[in-house]
């Protein structure tokens, strides 16, 4: 999962960013409303920390002009502001959440993951196909009733693949999405994690592969197995 901070204080936003990184989301960082609005326009993020005093551009406008173009990414609103005028103002203007500061970093994340666990196909907190589940939230995986470890970076892509089952999925939207805009990644990268993912989740097993190739398009994890 991809998560985008706009947060014009350095200090907290790599509080944040590390934190985040820490629990196995992909982060980008911008620190004004302007540079905030356009990464958040030109990628696609399951989540957006928007704090509402930005140089440039302030987040209820950077929210509202996301919303005005048919940007639906979840957004949560980070301000020192907590007047009811300014909670209105925020949700109205189209952001899913509000935070007041000063906040402890355990209830962030527990509104992130509440946010995280309503995507636009409404995809529960355990994701299936056939006898795979993956649980978003205790970060558990297991296949025919056993346990299977996975790492950060693995546990990220597995769970991209299995929100968007039955789909083609590219390596460069795989890149984009688990990995920020900094790493120093390649197309081989993705290829090398998803061989360590079917080792794990596949090999073991005497069952068809959950992950398939499509050569030439990228994976597809399917719900059948034809």
């Known amino acids: 999962m991809k998560i985008l901070i706009v947060e014009d204080e350095h200090r907290i936003a790599r509080a944040l960013r590390e934190g ?6 992909a982060v980008d ?6 540079a905030g609005y356009l990464t ?8 957006i920390l928007l704090d509402v005093m930005l140089p440039k551009l302030d987040g209820v406008a950077v929210c509202k002009k996301l919303r005005k173009e ?11 502001k907590n007047q009811t005028n300014d909670v209105v ?7 899913d959440d509000y935070i007041a500061k000063p906040f402890s970093f355990e ?13 636009h196909e409404k995809l529960g907190e355990v994701l299936t196909a056939r006898d795979l589940e993956l649980d978003t939230i205790k970060r558990t995986v297991s296949r025919s009733g056993r346990s299977i470890s996975l790492t950060a970076k ?23 999405h688990v990995w920020d805009f900094d790493a120093d990644v390649l197309p081989n990268n993705v290829e090398v994690f998803v061989n360590y993912i079917r080792k794990k989740v596949d090999k073991p097993f005497d069952e068809p592969p959950i992950i398939q190739t499509m050569r030439g398009f990228g994976y597809i994890i399917k719900d059948s197995e034809e």
């Open 29 to 34: 960082v911008e620190y004004d409303g302007e």
């Open 70 to 80: 048919d940007n639906h990414t979840p957004i949560i609103l980070l301000t020192a």
């Open 89 to 95: 103002n925020g949700l109205d203007s189209g952001a």
């Open 107 to 119: 209830v962030l994340l527990a509104r992130v993951r509440a946010i995280l666990r309503r995507p």
């Open 154 to 176: 693995e546990f990220s892509i597995l769970e991209y693949l299995l929100r968007n089952k039955n789909r083609v999925i590219n390596k460069h939207s795989i890149m984009t």
């Open 40 to 47: 958040a326009s030109a990628d696609e993020y399951d989540l």
């Open 20 to 25: 985040l990184m820490d629990e196995g989301y």
